[in-house]
């Protein structure tokens, strides 16, 4: 099972952010955790803890949009690669990276085997709590469901 | 009669890769082997200054084995060659990762101009050299 977080897409979505940790923490057991970072594509978690200068693309030269092109490419490339490995990915989507995953996704094979979960735009309060919920339950099942 | 248009070769690895303040990478060479590519870069120096205080001992700091922040992908610095301190780093490209990456870049629309982009190479060398705190 793997999740894959919107890094930087709000305050404290960070590996070791509350609001990171407590999507992590709705999987009944622990997955694999990425995160999708533009222009990279999919990171691991320890590489994110890690915080390697690669991370920012401000001062690589490129513009939002070409990260963003570039993004889609790595993510689907990373989706037709190592996705397989994985029997189910959740993905929590918002912001610039709802059209990325939007045109990675379209006409991979592993489309089927990911569930997208799309922020809340508004709501207030605590907009946080259903993805959570929604989470456990589709990663519960999952866990429960041999492949 | 028209004329055929000529196909645009799209290159594996950029062939070079402007490293501001520290050098210019010139690809030398790409090996296959039965898994992966790799990418060999003679890294120029802008001057004797950066490659004294940054960039000669570079392999000696880096972490054993090599630098693999992205899936598919790693770089390496190797030892100076000669007594004239030519560098070299060489960058690696899973052949399954690098076969799916051309394949998202034809269905999904170019993004650079080679199928690995200069600035993710640029972008790991800095990585390596913030991880070994140069």
Redesign the interface.
């Known amino acids: 099972m793997g999740l894959i977080l919107p890094y930087g897409v709000t305050a404290n979505m960070e590996p070791g952010g509350p609001l990171w940790e407590s999507l992590v923490a709705a999987a009944p057991a622990r997955p694999q955790v990425y995160g999708l970072v533009v222009?990279?594509?999919?990171?691991?978690e320890r590489?994110l803890y890690?915080s390697?200068?690669?991370?920012a693309?401000g001062g690589?030269?490129?513009s939002e949009k070409?990260a963003a092109?570039?993004a889609?490419?790595?993510l689907?490339?990373?989706l037709?690669?190592?996705g397989p490995a994985h029997q189910q990915l959740a993905a929590v989507i918002g912001g610039p990276f709802t059209p990325i995953w939007n045109?990675?996704v379209t006409?991979s094979l592993m489309a089927p085997k990911i569930k997208l979960f799309q922020l809340p735009t508004r709501g207030g309060g605590r907009p946080w709590g259903p993805i959570r919920k929604r989470l456990s339950s589709f990663m519960g099942k999952s866990m429960r469901t041999p492949s | 009669m028209s004329e055929a248009k000529p196909s645009r070769r799209v290159l594996l690895f950029p062939e070079q890769i402007e490293m501001p303040p520290l050098a210019t990478a010139h690809l030398r060479q790409v090996t296959p082997s039965d898994r992966e590519l790799v990418a060999r870069y003679e890294l120029v120096p802008v001057d004797e200054q950066v490659y004294d205080e940054r960039l000669r001992d570079l392999h000696v700091n880096a972490p054993s084995g090599a630098f693999s922040p992205l899936s598919g992908t790693w770089l390496k610095v190797l030892e100076p060659e000669d007594e004239e301190g030519h560098l070299f780093m060489c960058f690696g490209l899973h052949k399954g990762y690098g076969r799916a990456l051309a394949a998202a870049r034809a269905q999904k629309g170019r993004s650079t101009d080679s199928l690995v982009p200069g600035f993710q190479i640029r972008a790991m060398l800095y990585g390596l050299l913030g991880t070994v705190g140069v």
């Open positions: 222009p990279w594509g999919i990171v691991h590489t890690a390697p200068a690669f991370l693309h690589l030269g490129i070409d092109a570039h889609v490419v790595a689907r490339a990373w037709d690669t190592y045109r990675a006409g």
